[in-house]
């Protein structure tokens, strides 16, 4: 079935640095694939999305771009700032006919230093 | 405000003890699911539902019922919970069905503890 793999955590950065997490995935058909965000004591959020292979997604100046050829979504910031500090999730849909699913990864918990 | 309802936020109850935790979206979507999150093991889904009078076992529905009477609310019933059940649950929603952009609304959680 379809799975997606990210980095595990925790993961400690200090204000300004550049992020990266890493996600591959597994999947039969073309998905699309997101990256979710959990501040603390919230539900999810999507944070971006990319339908397509080669397609960029981009948000509050996070990136990832769709990777067929090494079925990966990593997620990248050039400046991360406290605010930041959340748990990322990496995320796959396949619309399978009477379902439309979410498939998450575990889950990075990022936590950014002043 | 568009968003999805879930109630309670945190309930503490025994083994046995039958519970229902509601959720309601104001957005007039008709795809709804619950997942729980579990450390070290992401989320996974419980239940949807496509429409209303439509649901359907989502990866662990053992242990769990839904119903789908009217379009906005979802509601996840633990019949006999167990301790392993202890969770967070969060219920989420979407308008579209088929193939489209796969972004699902959630709420804010319910944390759930079974003694």
């Known amino acids: 079935g379809d799975s997606v793999t990210q980095m595990e955590g925790p993961v400690t950065l200090s204000e300004e640095a550049f992020l990266t997490i890493n996600c591959t995935y597994t999947a039969t058909g073309y998905p699309s694939l997101f990256w979710y965000v959990q501040y603390p004591g919230e539900g999810l959020q999507l944070l971006l999305k990319?339908?397509?292979?080669?397609d960029k997604g981009s948000n509050k100046g996070f990136e990832a771009t769709y990777r067929k050829e090494t079925t990966s979504f990593h997620l990248e910031k050039g400046s991360v700032q406290v605010s930041d500090s959340a748990v990322y999730f990496c995320a796959l849909s396949e619309y399978g006919g009477s379902n439309y699913k979410l498939t998450f990864g575990k889950g990075t918990l990022l936590t950014v230093n002043p | 405000e568009a968003q999805v309802t879930q109630n309670p936020r945190y309930l503490i109850t025994v083994t046995g003890k039958k519970l229902t935790v509601t959720c309601s979206q104001n957005m007039n979507h008709e795809y709804m699911s619950w997942y729980r999150q579990d450390p070290g093991l992401g989320l996974r889904q419980i239940y949807y539902s496509m429409n209303v009078e439509v649901t359907d076992k989502g990866d662990v529905p053992e242990g769990y019922k839904v119903s789908r009477k009217e379009k906005r609310n979802f509601p996840l019933i633990l019949e006999s919970p167990s301790p392993n059940q202890t969770s967070l649950y969060f219920c989420a929603s979407t308008k579209r069905q088929g193939a489209d952009t796969g972004e699902l609304f959630f709420g804010e959680g319910s944390r759930l503890t079974v003694l």
């Open positions: 990319a339908t397509k292979a080669d």
